[in-house]
C-alpha cells in the first residue's frame, strides 16, 4: 500500500496521517470550501477540494470521493469515523472500484448497522442480550402485549439508530401509542427508516464497551473494555480504560461475548461491541460499531498499539500476529472530549473564533486535535475541538494527570467542556467509580460551573493587583530594582 485517500476531516483525519506518515504510505486529503486551511489539508501529501461547506455537499459525497481517489491513483480508502464510516454502499463502491476500504465488509456493516438484524445474528452465540423483540414493531396491539410481559417501563429504539435518535422511553401503556409515533417519526427523519423494536428499559446502567480486532484469517481478539458511561444526550464525554467496576472474571466473559459478536459477523478490522451493565454487574449486548472509535486512543495507551496501523496491516491481508493470551492491559488511560459546548447552559455549542489555543503538555498527556489559535470553529460539523488522553500507573495518577492538563489547557474566544472535565475528576461518584449513565443528570449542576468561573475571575483580578501594587512599590527604589528586581518578581510569584 503506497497511498491512502482519507476520507474524513478533523482530529481524526490528521490521526490517520500520522500513522501512515510513520508507514511511509503517501495521504490524500479531501475537503470542503470552509476546510481549505484546515490543519488536516496542510499535512497531507495531496488534497482535493470535493465541494461546500453542508456535509451533504462534502464529505457525504460517496461517488466523489472515490472519483478523486482513482484519479490519484490511492491504493485505499480511510473513512474514518461518522461520515462514510459505516456505510454499506460506500464500501461495496469502494471494493468494486478496485480500491481496498481500511474497514470491515459491506455485508457486516449491513448485519451489525441494523439493531434487529445485530440482535437475530448474535443470538446464535448465545450472547447476553436485553429482553425485547427481535422484529420490528407492526401490530401496535401485539407490541403493547409484548412490553406488558417485558415490564414496564421499557425502552422504544430504531434499528438503524444511534446517537439517542428515535429512542423512547415509556414509563406506561396509556402513553404506549404516542411515544411509538414520535420514535418512529425521528428514526425516518434521522435515518430513513421507521422501524422500532421494543427493549427492556434498564434504569440506570454503566455503558461499557470491548474493542475487537479481526483479520482476514479468521482471528479475531478484543483488546479489553471502554468505561463510556458519563454522556450527554446519549453521546460520550468522558471514556477510561479499564473500567473501574470490573471484576476478572466479568472482564472475561464480556471479551469472549464480545468476540462472538465479531464471529457472528465475520469480522475484518476494527469494531466496538457495546454493552450495558446493570448494578449486579450483569451485562447485555447493545449494538456493535463497525469502524474505529473516537475513544480509541485510551485503548492503545493500556495496550501499547496504533489501532490505525492495525487497520491498514488488516486491509493490506496481514494476519494479527498475537493472540488473546499476548494481549495485557498496561496501567489506566481517560479520554475527555474537548468540545465547543457551554456546559452551564446545558451544552449548548458554542462556535466561534479561537481566540487563544494552547495545549497541555508532559508526561503521560496525549491531545488529539486539528486547531490552532485563530481558527474558527465551523457550524456545519460535530463541535469536538480536542481528545485530552491522560495515561497513568494507575487510575489515580491518571486522575491527577487529567486534572493538572485541564488546567494546562488554555482556550479563549469560546466556552468548552474543559470545566465540566474537572468537574467530573473531582467528584466522589466518579472518584469511587460508584456512576452510571445518569451522571449528569444524578450530580451536575451547571451553576457550580457559574460559581467557579466567577470565582477563578475575582481571584485574577485579585491577584493581578496585588502584582500591579508591588510593581509600583518596587519601582520607587530604582536602586534595588536595578540590583534585584528580576529575583523580587520570582519570589513573588513563588509565594
Known amino acids: 500500500m503506497k497511498k491512502i485517500l482519507v476520507a474524513n476531516r478533523g482530529e481524526i483525519a490528521l490521526r490517520v496521517m500520522r500513522t501512515a506518515k510513520e508507514m511511509e504510505i503517501k495521504t490524500v486529503a479531501v475537503f470542503s470550501d470552509v476546510d481549505r486551511n484546515a490543519l488536516h489539508v496542510r499535512y497531507a501529501d495531496e488534497a482535493v477540494c470535493i465541494g461546500a461547506a453542508p456535509s451533504n455537499q462534502s464529505y457525504l459525497l460517496g461517488d466523489k470521493i472515490i472519483e478523486v481517489a482513482k484519479k490519484l491513483n490511492a491504493d485505499a480508502i480511510h473513512p474514518g469515523y461518522g461520515f462514510l464510516s459505516e456505510n454499506a454502499q460506500f464500501a461495496r463502491k469502494v471494493k468494486e472500484a478496485g480500491i481496498v476500504f481500511i474497514g470491515p465488509s459491506a455485508e457486516s456493516m449491513e448485519l451489525m448497522g441494523g439493531k434487529i438484524s445485530a440482535k437475530q445474528a448474535v443470538a446464535k452465540f448465545n450472547v447476553p442480550m436485553v429482553p425485547g423483540t427481535d422484529t420490528a414493531i407492526e401490530k401496535i396491539e401485539e407490541a403493547k402485549k409484548i412490553a406488558k410481559k417485558i415490564g414496564y417501563p421499557v425502552l422504544l429504539k430504531a434499528s438503524a439508530g444511534g446517537g439517542g435518535k428515535g429512542m423512547r422511553i415509556v414509563e406506561h401503556e396509556s402513553e404506549f401509542e404516542m411515544q411509538l409515533e414520535l420514535a418512529q417519526s425521528e428514526a425516518k427523519s434521522a435515518f430513513g427508516d421507521d422501524s422500532v423494536f ?58 469472549d461475548a464480545a468476540v462472538n459478536v465479531a464471529k457472528a459477523c465475520n469480522y475484518i478490522g476494527a469494531g466496538t461491541v457495546e ?18 472509535q473516537v475513544e ?48 452551564a447552559n446545558n451544552f449548548l455549542p458554542d462556535i466561534g473564533k479561537l481566540l487563544t489555543y494552547k495545549t497541555p503538555k508532559g508526561l503521560g498527556v496525549r491531545v488529539d486535535d486539528s486547531f490552532e489559535t485563530g481558527m474558527e470553529i465551523p457550524i456545519h460539523y460535530d463541535p469536538m475541538i480536542a481528545k485530552l488522553i491522560c495515561f497513568g500507573s494507575n487510575r489515580e495518577e491518571a486522575i491527577n494527570r487529567m486534572l493538572r492538563a485541564i488546567e494546562d489547557y ?82 513573588v510569584i513563588e509565594n
Request: charged share 30%; with cysteine; hydrophobic share 35%.
Open 275 to 292: 454493552f450495558l451493565v446493570d448494578e449486579k454487574l450483569d451485562f447485555y449486548f447493545l449494538e456493535m460499531n463497525t469502524r474505529l
Open 296 to 343: 480509541h486512543p485510551v485503548t492503545e495507551q493500556i495496550v501499547g498499539m496504533d489501532l490505525v496501523k492495525e487497520q491498514i496491516r488488516i486491509a493490506c491481508g496481514e494476519k494479527l500476529g498475537y493472540s488473546q493470551s499476548d494481549l495485557k492491559i498496561s496501567g489506566h488511560a481517560i479520554e475527555l472530549r474537548v468540545c465547543a459546548e457551554d456546559p
Open 198 to 255: 421494543i427493549e427492556k428499559y434498564v434504569a440506570s446502567p454503566r455503558h461499557i464497551e470491548f474493542q475487537i480486532l479481526g483479520d482476514m484469517h479468521g482471528n479475531i481478539v478484543h483488546l479489553f473494555e471502554r468505561e463510556c458511561s458519563i454522556q450527554r444526550r446519549h453521546q460520550k464525554l468522558v471514556e477510561e480504560a479499564p473500567s473501574s467496576c470490573l471484576t476478572e472474571e466479568v472482564r472475561k466473559k464480556m471479551g
Open 410 to 491: 488554555t482556550i479563549s474566544g469560546i466556552e468548552t467542556t474543559l470545566p465540566f472535565g474537572k468537574f467530573v475528576m473531582q467528584h466522589e461518584a466518579f472518584l469511587s467509580g460508584n456512576f452510571n449513565t445518569k451522571f449528569i443528570e444524578k450530580y451536575f449542576n451547571p451553576e457550580l460551573l457559574k460559581v467557579n468561573s466567577e470565582l477563578e475571575k475575582i481571584a485574577s483580578f485579585v491577584a493581578g493587583n496585588i502584582f500591579y501594587k508591588k510593581e509600583n512599590t518596587s519601582n520607587t527604589n530604582p536602586t534595588k530594582q536595578e540590583k534585584s528586581n528580576w529575583g523580587k518578581n520570582r519570589k
